[in-house]
């Protein structure tokens, strides 16, 4: 085709166009419908619903046991039965979602949780290495008794030295002592 002809085509026509869906699409956000399931399921599962169902259980079957003209769901109480399995029919597949919800959650969670078990781990082992290089380094420190010591040795050996060789000492300092420590 040229490229004029190309131009007069409509979007529908042309190939390169990738074509939308023909049919209503449904969009919904996942998250809202997931938050708005699992506040259903906490509510399901506390003891305020289980009152209220009670509640309304209770006046359902007074009301079409003892009010003559509102009987609108005579004694088998078929209707409340399928008011029941209806709500059973939503309940569980509500509940479903948000156990997959937090499993979920829970597996992101554990996950994190063994990253920063790694990362403490390897931290704590370099801070053991560490730790062990500056006792070796600290070992092969001369410490302040270690120095005394050695000065108070060359001290004496100076002073036998001096003792024993009687010209040293008309040529060196003669008064030792007098100097500040």
């Not at 990738?18 to 399921?41: K, L, M, Q």
């Not at 003559?68 to 509500?94: E, H």
């Not at 499993?103 to 781990?121: G, I």
């Not at 410490?143 to 008309?170: F, G, H, N």
Request: hydrophobic letters at 40%; a neutral charge.
């Amino acid at each position: 085709m040229s490229d004029k002809s190309t131009r007069n085509l409509s979007d529908r026509q042309r190939l390169e166009t990738p074509r939308g869906s023909r049919g209503f699409r449904f969009n919904y956000d996942v998250e809202a419908v997931g938050r708005v399931s699992e506040s259903i399921a906490r509510f399901l599962g506390t003891g305020r619903y289980l009152a209220i169902q009670t509640g309304i259980v209770i006046v359902w079957i007074a009301l079409n046991l003892f009010a003559i003209r509102l009987q609108w769901d005579p004694y088998p109480f078929i209707l409340l039965n399928l008011a029941f399995s209806t709500q059973a029919a939503y309940a569980a597949p509500l509940i479903l979602l948000a156990q997959n919800r937090q499993e979920n959650r829970d597996r992101v969670s554990l996950e994190e949780d063994r990253s920063r078990a790694e990362q403490t781990k390897a931290d704590t082992e370099f801070l053991a290495r560490e730790l062990a290089a500056l006792r070796i380094a600290v070992g092969e420190v001369a410490t302040r008794d270690y120095v005394r010591r050695e000065l108070d040795e060359i001290k004496t050996m100076l002073a036998e030295m001096q003792a024993a060789d009687p010209r040293e000492e008309d040529s060196g300092p003669t008064d030792t002592g007098s100097r500040p420590k």
